[in-house]
């Protein structure tokens, strides 16, 4: 009987809500919220726009877009590089036909890191264009709820640097002044 009830106790045990209760993280806050369409708004997407709730908000989610974009890209980029200049920089296929020689493995390396410094150097260039590429279109018609100041667009500016691939970006701000 004594048994019975030790097993029964493990069995609650097992069951209990501590050992069932799944726990989430705190939901992180959105970004973007509605807001009520204008009257100039394309009646089609509804009577809700999805804005940010300030510049400074729109600034940091285009650079964690942007580094998320050029950091994945790199690492695709990376194996790439390396199944390239592993390929440039094996012997050549007729070698093994004129009879046996002996591999030098020290060549063949220093040859696939020169190859893989040069094609991931191209790469970084080619993602960075691909980022903004991709960010274009989203971020540059990407609403900022209410009105936007000067100065709010000049904090912007100083959060993303002085590049000036990003101008076309901060004048859509510049239309909500």
Known sequence: ???????????????????????????????RGPIRAGPHDDPSSGSYLLAFRSPQSWAAAFRSCESRIITQCEEGARIGCAVSASNNCKPPWWRNLIGPNTIDFKDREDCEVRQMEACLVVAKEKC?????????????????????????????RQLLGSDTGYEPFLQVMQRYV
Do not use: C, H, W
């Open 1 to 31: 009987m004594e048994t019975k009830a030790k097993a029964a106790d493990a069995n609650m045990e097992e069951y209990s809500a501590s050992s069932t209760t799944i726990k989430f993280d705190d939901p992180i806050p959105l970004l």
């Open 128 to 156: 960075v264009g691909f980022a903004k590429e991709k960010l274009s279109t989203p971020f540059r018609d990407a609403r900022i709820a209410g009105r936007v100041s000067p100065k709010e667009v000049q904090k912007a």
